[in-house]
Nanobody, 125 residues
């Protein structure tokens, strides 16, 4: 599976962005998906996850209520809607794919099999 993230950019605090991640290769619908981010000088952290069927979503406390993860298996895509952005949301956002499992723990980066190249999100104050 190859993952291609897009949609990053520069936005003012309070603004919104929508990140997209398109998968190619094997059957996208068999993968649980996650979004992570890495701020300058910090470790990569989990942001959100969604199960392969899309019925379950998970969020880090820091983004809950502001970000929304979704997927369209017909388009081999997962999305992350970022709203009410703050400067601390600045970072490189990565999408990742974990081959289907019943015990999906979105925050555990070691479980993911494939990673995208990242999309830069910069929020100015």
């Amino acid at each position: 599976v190859q993952l291609q993230a897009s949609g990053g950019g520069l936005v003012q605090a309070g603004g919104s962005l929508r990140l997209s991640c398109v998968a190619s290769g094997r059957t996208f619908s068999t993968y649980n998906m996650g979004w992570f981010r890495q701020a300058p000088g910090k470790e990569r952290e989990p942001v959100a996850g969604i199960t392969w069927h899309g019925r379950n979503t998970y969020y880090a406390d820091s983004v809950k209520g502001r970000f929304t993860i979704s997927r369209d298996n017909n388009k081999n895509s997962v999305y992350l809607q970022l709203s009410s952005l703050q400067p601390e949301d600045t970072g490189v956002y990565y999408c990742a794919a974990e081959y289907y499992s019943d015990s999906f723990y979105y925050a555990q980066s070691s479980r993911y099999d494939y990673w995208g190249q990242g999309a830069q999100v910069t929020v100015s104050s």
